[in-house]
Structures are given as structure tokens and as C-alpha cells.
């Protein structure tokens, strides 16, 4: 579907949500960034896993990609507060190693891989480069990142820590990383916005989102068009 249709549907679309929502919608779109993604590796705890998600939306991050190498990612919807609804969540586990080929995609999207792990080359967030795209890899519950996304990594990243315990709580870690690092994206003089084309294809899936039985609307709608041509 061309940008022309997408933006016809998407008006009339959004006639079926009331002009509060459209608002809330035009208003959220801008601060959300693709320029910043996170990867999560074999996290399975619900709690964590839904966690993590609304930290995302909270800080404006539209794409989480999901690894599922023996771990699947569940959600609890408490925690969540529906914030699943407004991300793009991407899952990989149909390869025998899923965690590089993730790695693979994501580099071919023109980010480099920053795996958060206490590393002896390792930046802070508030050291680290965002002049290019970052994905930033979290590692799972128990034992951090696997060997692989560890040797794979472009560069690494961890959080100063003062205390006895080893290491924060996964979606502690996402929390406090995401917020600085998109606190000084947003400072710089990067295109960290989306672009036309994005903004549009992300404000169509959350309208999509908001309407019950969409996929009759949009079918009988998307034939009329195509009958008017």
C-alpha cells in the first residue's frame, strides 16, 4: 500500500475515534524514535518482560525486538497497562541461533549493537555515542547477555553501580538507560523523529488498533476506493 492510500485510509479511519483521541495520537507521534530500539535476549519473566514495555513507550521507543532462543516472552497485562498496544514488537525464534541473526537484521537497518554488560571497554549512558542508530541489547534474568551477543556487540554499555548486589533488575537496567539516553537524544542535534513515512504507518497501526473489527472496515473501504479509480 502506497503512502497516498495509507493516508486515505487513515482519515477515514479515524473518523470511527473521537478528535480527543486523534489529538492524543498527533501529539505522541512526535517524540516517537526509531533511532533507538531495544533487543531483548530470552527474558521470561512476565513482571520484567511487561516492564520493559512500558518503560519503551513511556521514553518514546516504537520498535522491541524479542529473542527467543529457549526463553518465550510473556507479557503481564497489570504491568503492561496495555503499553504492548502502541509498540512494534518484532519476534525472532525460528533460527538455531536467533540472537545473531537478529544482530544481522538490525545492522542491515543501519544500527550498531550495544550490549549492556559490565565489560572492561564498556560506556555509561551519559558517555555513550548517539550520533548513529543504537540497539540496545538486554540480556536475560539470571545470567545477563549469552556469549554470542556478547562477542557480536559493536560496543558495550553499563550502568555505574555503588553497592554490594552484582547488578540491577533487567527492567530496572532498561529503565534507567532508556531514560537518559532518549533525555539526550532529544538534546542533540540528530534526526531522531520519524520519518513522514513512518509517522504515518505508526499513527494507521494505532488507529487500526483503537477500532473493533478494523479488518471489515478497511476492506469494504480499500474496495470502494479501488472501484472508484
Given at each position: 500500500m502506497d503512502n497516498t492510500t495509507k493516508q486515505q485510509l487513515l482519515d477515514y479511519l479515524s473518523t470511527f475515534l473521537t478528535e480527543e483521541r486523534q489529538a492524543l495520537f498527533q501529539r505522541i507521534v512526535k517524540y516517537r524514535t526509531k533511532h533507538l530500539t531495544v533487543v531483548l535476549e530470552d527474558i521470561?519473566?512476565?513482571?520484567?518482560?511487561?516492564?520493559?514495555?512500558?518503560?519503551?513507550?513511556?521514553?518514546?521507543?516504537?520498535?522491541?525486538?524479542?529473542?527467543e532462543?529457549?526463553?518465550?516472552?510473556?507479557?503481564?497485562?497489570?504491568?503492561?497497562?496495555?503499553?504492548?498496544?502502541?509498540?512494534?514488537?518484532?519476534?525472532?525464534?525460528?533460527q538455531e541461533n536467533n540472537?545473531?541473526?537478529?544482530?544481522?537484521?538490525?545492522?542491515?537497518?543501519?544500527?550498531?549493537?550495544?550490549?549492556?554488560?559490565?565489560?572492561?571497554?564498556?560506556?555509561t549512558p551519559d558517555s555513550i555515542d548517539l550520533?548513529?542508530?543504537?540497539?540496545?541489547v538486554f540480556g536475560t534474568e539470571l545470567t545477563g547477555l549469552s556469549e554470542p551477543a556478547i562477542h557480536d556487540a559493536d560496543e558495550?554499555?553499563?550502568?555505574?553501580?555503588?553497592?554490594?548486589?552484582?547488578?540491577y533488575n533487567i527492567s530496572v537496567s532498561a529503565a534507567l538507560v532508556l531514560f537518559t539516553l532518549t533525555?539526550?537524544?532529544?538534546?542533540?542535534?540528530?534526526?531522531?523523529?520519524?520519518?513522514?513515512?513512518?509517522?504515518?504507518?505508526?499513527?494507521?497501526?494505532?488507529?487500526?488498533?483503537?477500532?473493533?473489527?478494523?479488518?471489515g472496515i478497511e476492506k469494504r473501504f480499500l474496495e470502494k476506493i479501488k472501484t472508484e479509480e
Open positions: 521470561y519473566q512476565p513482571h520484567n518482560a511487561s516492564a520493559v514495555l512500558r518503560t519503551c513507550d513511556l521514553t518514546g521507543v516504537l520498535d522491541v525486538h524479542i529473542i532462543n529457549r526463553n518465550q516472552y510473556e507479557l503481564n497485562p497489570e504491568v503492561a497497562l496495555g503499553s504492548s498496544k502502541w509498540l512494534n514488537l518484532n519476534t525472532y525464534n525460528e540472537t545473531l541473526d537478529t544482530f544481522k537484521k538490525l545492522r542491515a537497518a543501519g544500527y550498531k549493537i550495544i550490549a549492556t554488560t559490565p565489560h572492561k571497554n564498556s560506556q550520533s548513529e542508530k543504537c540497539a540496545l558495550y554499555l553499563r550502568i555505574p553501580m555503588y553497592g554490594f548486589t552484582e547488578s533525555e539526550r537524544m532529544r538534546k542533540k542535534n540528530i534526526n531522531w523523529q520519524l520519518s513522514e513515512s513512518e509517522r504515518l504507518q505508526t499513527l494507521l497501526d494505532w488507529t487500526r488498533r483503537s477500532i473493533n473489527k478494523v479488518e
